[in-house]
C-alpha cells in the first residue's frame, strides 16, 4: 500500500511517497482534514506558512493521536522572507505556529517574492542567505530535512554551489499535461527528490476527455491516474482535498501505467486555465 512506502532522503531520513497537501483549506477546516487523512493512515502532510493554517495542522497532528515521530511534517518558508534574519524569524515562527519542536522538511516556497515571481531580478544574493538560515537550523535540530520549491535549475545551481548541506528535495508543479522533465531530470541527476504538488492540476484534469478515457481504461479515476503518473516519474505527489473519501481513493493505487500511456500522459495539451487557483503566479497569474 502506497501509504506505508518511503522514499530516503539523501541525510537517510525517510519521508512517505504519498502526502496530503492544505492549499486553501483553512485554519478551522485543516483540524479535521489532518485528522481525517492521518486516521485513514497518511503519515506525511503539507502546509506553508503561507497557507495560514500551520496552526490548525498541528492541532489536528495532535488530535490523531498518532505519536509524532510516526508523521511527518512539512512546511515552507515564505517566500517573501529573503534575508537570513527573516528566514530565522520565519522557522521560529512555524515551529510556534505549529506547535512542534521540530519539523520534518522546510523548504523556500519560491525563489522569488510572489509578487516577482520569475522576474528580472535573480535573487541568487538573497536565497543563499535563506539556506544559510535552514542549514543553521538544520545544525540545530529544529528541521530534519531542508529543500526547495518552484526553483529551477539556475536557482539550484546558485545554491548547490553554496551549500554546505545540499537541498534534499525541490517541490514543484508537475502533472499530466505539464510535466516539466527537463526540469526533473536535472534535480534528479543532483540527488535531489521532486515532489509533485497539484497533481491533478488544481481539478482542471477531471475535465480531459483524453485523460478520462486512459484512466477508464485501468479502471481507476483521473485522480488516481494523475497521482500514479507522478509516482512512476519517480515524483513524490501531494494531492489536496479536505474530502475523507476523496483522501482515501487518492491512495488506492495499485495499478500500472504502460510505458505508452506513460508518454501519452507527458504529451496531454497543456492546460491553460485552472480555475479558482489561476490567481498564483505558478500557475500562470499575477498577485
Known sequence: MILNETYTLPNGVEIPKLGLGTWMIDDQQVV???????GLGYRHIDTAQAYANERGVGEGVRASGVARGDLFITTKVDAGAKSYEAAAQSIDGSLEALGMDYIDLMIIHSPHPWTEFRG?????????EVWKALE???????????????FEQADIENILEFATVKPMVNQILAHISNTPLELIEYTQAQGILVE???PVAHG?????????????????????????????????????????????????LDFVISDEDMETLKHIERI???????????????L
Do not use: C, W
Open 32 to 38: 479535521a482534514a489532518v485528522q481525517e487523512a492521518i
Open 120 to 128: 528580472d531580478k535573480d535573487y541568487f544574493a538573497e536565497n543563499r
Open 136 to 150: 543553521d537550523a538544520y545544525e540545530a535540530g529544529k528541521v530534519h530535512a531542508i529543500g526547495l520549491s518552484n
Open 196 to 198: 509533485a504538488y497539484s
Open 204 to 252: 482542471e484534469l477531471l475535465k480531459n476527455e483524453q485523460v478520462q478515457a486512459i484512466a477508464a481504461t485501468y479502471g481507476v479515476t483521473v485522480p488516481q491516474l494523475s497521482i500514479r503518473y507522478d509516482l512512476q516519474l519517480g515524483l513524490l505527489p501531494l494531492p489536496k482535498t479536505k474530502t475523507p473519501a476523496h483522501m482515501a481513493s487518492n491512495a488506492e
Open 272 to 286: 491553460a486555465d485552472y480555475g479558482d487557483a489561476s490567481f498564483m503566479p505558478v500557475f500562470g497569474g499575477t
